[in-house]
């Protein structure tokens, strides 16, 4: 993978999209951690080959997914060809069967270019973990996919100059936990890569940053996150908060715990957001320990939950 500036992809993305979409757009995962570390530093990269663009709220994302994506089609943007779900699908295609809005920018093309892949904001505490929504374009029907716990980056995201949001690395890093509460066998499509050992090593990676910049800064950002992802949970999730506030930690428990799964969890982020670090292993348990000692036991046994 190719690396990419944070900033300079943030603002391709900013000014690709129609000023009426940037308010409800958030973007989460590798360019949202790569903007909020390192846009202001410069020789800080990230490989990453998708960036993730969440429309919220979720009674607004399809009619304004639609709108976004026709709009890039006719500025040149085109669906990414590769993979096994690359042609638009029509009204007879099953919603789950429908490809994913996976658009490349004008003049990126092959396996190093990367691609915006649209999702949307989930619908309630009751939703199931994923939901495909059927997306009606000019040159087919697509989908966008939600995901249950994303309703979390929806607390307080922060707004960049260009007037899109990011989501907070505390609410991605919690999303990801309560989607994986264990390792699990699934792999990555076309690897030999356990799906939950990527996420939930995204998790540590993101705590890695937040400690290196609170030991630069002076700030103590790390340990702010127990008491924003209780609010959080509150927020969005009152019904099942304490539950999920006690369960949140399952994963990197796990993760930490086994050896082999922390160190391929450590080698893709060495390949991805921390590609210009090379984070050692003793490092990133260590980090893990800190962020069950610091975040998720102080999580499971607050009060405001």
């Not at 792999?187 to 996420?199: Q, V």
């Amino acid at each position: 993978m190719t690396p990419l500036a944070p900033g300079e992809v943030m603002k391709q993305v900013a000014e690709a999209l129609p000023e009426g979409a940037r308010e409800h757009v958030i973007i989460v995962g590798s360019l949202a951690a790569g903007y909020l570390f390192f846009a202001e530093e410069s020789g800080r990269s990230i490989r990453t080959k998708d960036v993730d663009c969440m429309f919220s709220p979720h009674a607004k994302a399809v009619a304004v997914a639609e709108h976004v994506t026709d709009l890039l089609l006719h500025g040149n943007w085109t669906p990414r060809e590769d993979g096994d779900w690359a042609q638009p699908g029509n009204e007879g295609t099953p919603d789950d069967q429908l490809p994913l809005i996976r658009l490349r920018a004008p003049g990126s093309a092959g396996e190093s270019g990367w691609f915006l892949e649209l999702l949307g904001g989930p619908g309630g505490d009751g939703e199931r973990t994923r939901v495909f929504h059927r997306v009606r374009t000019r040159i087919g029907h697509f989908a966008i996919c939600s995901f249950r716990y994303l309703a979390l980056v929806e607390w307080r995201p922060l707004v960049t100059p260009r007037g899109i949001r990011v989501a907070r690395p505390e609410m991605m890093a919690l999303a990801n936990m309560l989607h994986h509460p264990g390792i699990a066998p699934d792999l990555i499509a076309g690897t030999t890569t356990r799906r939950s050992n990527k996420d939930l090593g995204r998790v540590l990676a993101l705590a890695w940053l937040t400690v290196e910049r609170d030991r630069r800064s002076g700030t103590d950002e790390l340990d702010a996150w127990a008491g924003r992802m209780a609010d959080a949970l509150r927020a969005h999730f009152p019904e099942h908060a304490p539950k999920l506030a006690r369960d949140a930690g399952l994963g990197i428990r796990a993760l930490v715990g086994s050896p082999g799964d922390l160190d391929e969890a450590l080698a893709i982020c060495n390949r991805g957001l921390l590609a210009s670090m090379e984070v050692t292993r003793d490092a990133f348990r260590a980090t893990g320990l800190r962020l069950i000692q610091r975040v998720l036991e102080p999580l499971a046994n607050t009060r405001r939950v």
